[in-house]
């Protein structure tokens, strides 16, 4: 079986199908955890090409790569609207259906197929709303949530939602530079406001600047160390700002975001495949703040591991600065000191607690592509 045939028959593989039929090949099994928002589409357009995104996907899938799709956005917006309703009658998936409106008809369509491009909807895994969310694509096509994912068996979505807005009360009392996202409220979904209902186990707030954002941190962390519900003790802070647009948030969830979902899968794998972590492969693919926590903290010990900051990021000139220790008031400091060039331009190494990887900056090991033009290249290159 050649490369592009591998990549035909994986297009509606199962995830227990993919992982099947690379073993049965003989391959290494290798995961690809990809981000979507400005870094498989982020190609300029605002909406993604899906010949770009065709092409990066055809590119994992002959390589081997199970694509691994993590997002802030939840599950719901990442399944086309058949597969959605077969996972409710199969496996009683409970999140309400996305609505978007068109502004033209005013009519309502529960299809993101009609708003996405075609290559981000239906993958063989998805983990959504920043980490909090996991889901496994099943031989019928229908979607599975991960039931043990949260190991701290957390209570129902709307219990752990209204403990949590219970703590924050004070906090968002205090002040008015901090405020809670339209996305939190199910008034605004119900008035189509808003196109998704409140994620699960997420909550996103919004601050009016930099120095909001910190002061929120400190009152929040303090304001946890006189919780004794462990709910709240549980929350994580996951950073979303870009201050090159003014734009600073932030997510509250009850694991560390995208690492804590790496970390998981990745050890779900070992024991679905049957293999050491020594056996597995993984790249790491993003643009955002979230996605550079999972590329360089995300703990995988004795894999191969990969880190591709794609073209284009938020981030780069952040890093590549020597005068510069921060982004959007987040430390960098330890990573810069960790980082170390290879012989090939852009490209690193990474090493921390005796863990090294590689990593890559897309802008610049390959100038002037962003996104997924930059995914391309680097698959296409063999850089590393």
């Known amino acids: 079986m050649n490369d592009l045939s591998i990549a035909q028959d994986n297009q509606n593989d199962s995830y227990h199908q993919h992982i099947a039929k690379i073993l049965n090949l003989g391959l290494s099994v290798k995961l690809a955890f990809v981000d979507i928002d400005n870094t498989l589409t982020g190609d300029g357009s605002g909406t993604g090409d899906p010949q770009l995104i065709g092409r990066v996907k055809n590119l994992l899938n002959s390589q081997g790569y199970l694509m691994v799709v993590i997002t802030s956005r939840t599950a719901e917006m990442m399944i086309s609207e058949p597969l959605y309703h077969l996972s409710r009658r199969r496996h009683s998936f409970s999140r309400p259906p996305p609505q978007f409106v068109n502004i033209k008809t005013g009519q309502i369509s529960h299809d993101p197929r009609q708003v996405e491009p075609a290559g981000i909807l239906d993958s063989e895994v998805i983990i959504a709303s920043t980490g909090s969310s996991m889901l496994l694509k099943q031989k019928d096509n229908s979607y599975r949530s991960v039931d043990h994912y949260f190991m701290n068996n957390l209570p129902s979505p709307p219990i752990w939602r209204n403990n949590v807005r219970q703590f924050l009360q004070p906090l968002l009392a205090q002040s008015d530079v901090v405020?809670?996202?339209?996305?939190?409220?199910?008034?605004?979904?119900?008035?189509?406001?808003?196109?998704?209902?409140?994620?699960?186990?997420?909550?996103?707030?919004?601050?009016?600047?930099?120095?909001?954002k910190h002061r929120f941190k400190l009152a929040f962390e303090l304001a946890k160390k006189n919780q004794v519900d462990p709910i709240i003790l549980s929350l994580c802070f996951t950073d979303d700002s870009n201050p090159l647009t003014n734009i600073f948030t932030g997510y509250l969830t009850p694991t560390n975001g995208k690492i804590t979902a790496v970390e998981f899968f990745a050890k779900l794998i070992q024991t679905d495949a049957k293999i050491n972590i020594n056996q597995l492969q993984i790249l790491l693919i993003g643009d955002s703040w979230p996605d550079l926590q999972m590329g360089f903290y995300a703990n995988t010990p004795a894999a191969k591991?990969?880190?591709?900051?794609?073209?284009?990021?938020?981030l780069t000139k952040f890093l590549l600065k020597n005068a510069v220790t921060d982004f959007a008031g987040e430390d960098l400091s330890d990573i810069k000191n960790q980082l170390q060039p290879l012989g090939k331009r852009g490209c690193f190494k990474f090493t921390r607690y005796q863990q090294t990887r590689s990593v890559v900056i897309g802008d610049l090991a390959f100038p002037g592509k962003v996104g997924p033009e930059s995914i391309v290249s680097f698959l296409e290159s063999q850089l590393l």
Do not use: C, H, M
């Not at 809670?180 to 600047?209: C, G, H, M, V, W």
């Not at 591991?305 to 938020?314: A, D, E, I």
């Open 179 to 212: 405020w809670l996202s339209p996305l939190e409220s199910e008034f605004n979904y119900q008035q189509k406001i808003t196109n998704i209902f409140p994620p699960d186990y997420r909550i996103q707030l919004y601050f009016a600047s930099q120095e909001a």
């Open 305 to 314: 591991t990969t880190f591709l900051l794609v073209g284009g990021s938020r």
